[in-house]
C-alpha cells in the first residue's frame, strides 16, 4: 500500500520496464494511467491489472507529440485530481554506425526520449507544484548513456542526456518537495533486447559482461522505480 491514493503515470506501459512498472504500483495501490502508441498491448495491461483488483486505465498516446503528451497527462490529472508520479519510459533507438547515420535517424532518438521527457517533466512539475504533497518524478536511462554503445550512438547520447536533465530538475525541484530520480538499467529482458539475444551466442557473450551473469528482469526494474 505504499502508492495507495496516489496517481501514476507511465508512459510505454505497453510492454517491457513500463508494463512491470505499471503492475507494480497497481500492485502498491495506484491509481496507473498507462500510455504508448500500440494501442492493443496498452488495452491488455490495463485489463490485467483491473482483473488482480487494481485500478489501470490505458491512453494512446505517441510521447514525441508535445500535444498529444501534454494534454494525456493534463486529462489523466483533471479525471483523478491529482498527480503524485510520472515515469518517462518511453524510448526510440536507431541501430547503425555513426558514419552512416542519417540526420532522420539521429533525431529520432531524441524526439521520444528526450524532447518526450522534457515535456513530461515540464508539465508534471506545473502540476505538482500545487500540490502541498509534492510530487515523484522517475526517468529511465540505460547503461548506454554512461558508457556509450557502438551501433546506437543516437541512442546512448539521449539516454545521456537524460541524466543530465535530471539532476536540473531535481536542483529545481526540491524545495517544492518535488523529487526527481534516474533508473539505468543494464541489459534488461524487454522486447527490442529479446530480439537482439535470440541468438544463443550473443546471449552468452552478454551474460559473461554482466556480474550476476545473467540478463535482468523487467520486475526487477519496476521495484527500483517504485523505490
Not at 56 to 79: M, P
Not at 184 to 199: A, D, F, H, S, W
Amino acid at each position: 500500500g505504499r502508492l495507495a491514493g496516489k496517481v501514476a503515470f507511465v508512459t510505454g506501459g505497453g510492454s517491457g520496464i513500463g508494463e512491470a512498472t505499471a503492475c507494480r504500483f497497481a500492485a502498491e495501490g495506484a491509481i496507473v494511467v498507462i500510455c504508448g502508441r500500440r494501442k492493443e498491448l496498452l488495452d491488455a495491461v490495463a485489463a490485467a491489472i483491473v482483473a488482480k483488483g487494481g485500478k489501470a486505465e490505458a491512453v494512446q498516446v505517441d510521447v514525441s507529440n508535445e500535444e498529444q503528451y501534454v494534454g494525456a497527462i493534463n486529462g489523466a490529472a483533471q479525471r483523478h485530481g491529482r498527480l503524485d508520479v510520472l515515469v518517462n519510459n518511453a524510448m526510440l533507438y536507431s541501430v547503425g554506425t555513426v558514419d552512416r547515420t542519417s540526420t532522420a535517424a539521429w533525431h529520432s532518438n531524441f524526439a521520444t526520449t528526450v524532447d518526450g521527457t522534457f515535456w513530461g517533466t515540464r508539465t508534471a512539475l506545473n502540476l505538482m507544484k500545487k500540490q502541498p504533497t509534492g510530487g515523484a518524478i522517475v526517468n529511465v536511462s540505460s547503461i548506454c548513456g554512461l558508457y556509450g554503445a557502438a551501433y546506437m550512438a543516437g541512442y546512448s547520447a539521449a539516454k545521456a542526456a537524460i541524466i543530465n536533465f535530471s539532476r536540473a530538475v531535481a536542483a529545481e525541484g526540491g524545495a517544492r518537495n518535488i523529487r526527481c530520480n534516474v533508473v539505468i538499467p543494464g541489459t534488461v529482458e524487454t522486447p527490442p533486447m529479446v530480439e537482439m539475444l535470440k541468438n544463443e551466442k550473443a546471449r552468452r557473450n552478454t551474460e559473461k559482461l554482466i556480474p550476476m551473469r545473467r540478463v535482468g528482469r523487467p520486475e526487477e526494474v519496476a521495484s527500483a522505480i517504485l523505490f
